[in-house]
C-alpha cells in the first residue's frame, strides 16, 4: 500500500448516508486520505488515498470493473469517447477495507468551452461484495471525489453510466446527480445515460 502523510484534516457529516468522513486538503501537503466509519458497521475502518493511475490496486480494481462490463453490454469495448490514461486524469483514488482495495474512482479535468462542467467521474466502481448502503463504498468514494474537486474550486461535476446500469443510475440519481443531455463523446449514443451536480 502507497505510504502516506498526515496534514491539516476536515471534518464532513453527510447525515443522508449516515457517514462521517474526514480528508486532508493537497493545499495542506502532497497526499490525500479519507477515513470513513460507518454508523452501521463500526467495526469496518475504510481508508481512501490517492494513489498513482497506475498503481497496481488501480489496475486490478478497473480490470475488474471491465470484465464485469463486459458480462453486461457483451463486448470487451463499451465505452464510447476516450478511455482515461494516467495523461487525463487528475485524480484518482482506492478505497481500502483491512488493506484490501475494494472500489476506486477518478476525475478528468474538462475545458467549460467545450463541456457543461468542470471534471468528469469516471472508473467508479466497487467490488461486488463490498457493495450495499450497509458498508457505505461507493458514496464514500463520491465524496471523496466531490471534496478533491472542491479544493481545486471545481463546482460541477460531469458523469456518463449505462442503461444496462440501472444499479448505477440508482445510486448517482440517490445521490443528488441530476440526468442532463448526452454530453460529448455520448452525444448520440443510445446506450449512454448522462448526469450532473453543482457540488
Not at 53 to 82: C, F, K, N
Not at 180 to 193: C, D, R
Request: hydrophobic share 30%; aromatic share 8%.
Amino acid at each position: 500500500m502507497p505510504s502516506t502523510s498526515f496534514c491539516k484534516t476536515h471534518t464532513h457529516d453527510d447525515s443522508n448516508d449516515r457517514n462521517l468522513a474526514s480528508y486532508s486538503s493537497k493545499e495542506d501537503c502532497s497526499s490525500q486520505q479519507t477515513f470513513v466509519s460507518s454508523t452501521q458497521n463500526p467495526k469496518m475502518a475504510l481508508r481512501i488515498i490517492d494513489i498513482e493511475w497506475d498503481h497496481p490496486d488501480g489496475v486490478s480494481l478497473r480490470q475488474t470493473q471491465l470484465e464485469e462490463l463486459a458480462q453486461r453490454y457483451g463486448t470487451d469495448d463499451s465505452e464510447p469517447g476516450i478511455a482515461p490514461t494516467s495523461a487525463d486524469i487528475t485524480i484518482f483514488i482506492v478505497a481500502y477495507i483491512d488493506s484490501q482495495p475494494v472500489g476506486c474512482g477518478a476525475l478528468r479535468a474538462l475545458d467549460h468551452s467545450d463541456y457543461p462542467g468542470d471534471a468528469e467521474v469516471k472508473r467508479m466502481f466497487v467490488v461486488p461484495d463490498k457493495r450495499g448502503r450497509s458498508f457505505g463504498v461507493a458514496p464514500a468514494i463520491l465524496k471523496a471525489l466531490e471534496e478533491r474537486a472542491r479544493s481545486r474550486g471545481w463546482r460541477t461535476l460531469l458523469l456518463e453510466t449505462g442503461t444496462l446500469q440501472p444499479d448505477a443510475i440508482r445510486f448517482y440519481t440517490r445521490e443528488g446527480y441530476t440526468s442532463i443531455p448526452n454530453f460529448g463523446p455520448y452525444a448520440g449514443e443510445e446506450l449512454s445515460v448522462c448526469f450532473q451536480r453543482n457540488i
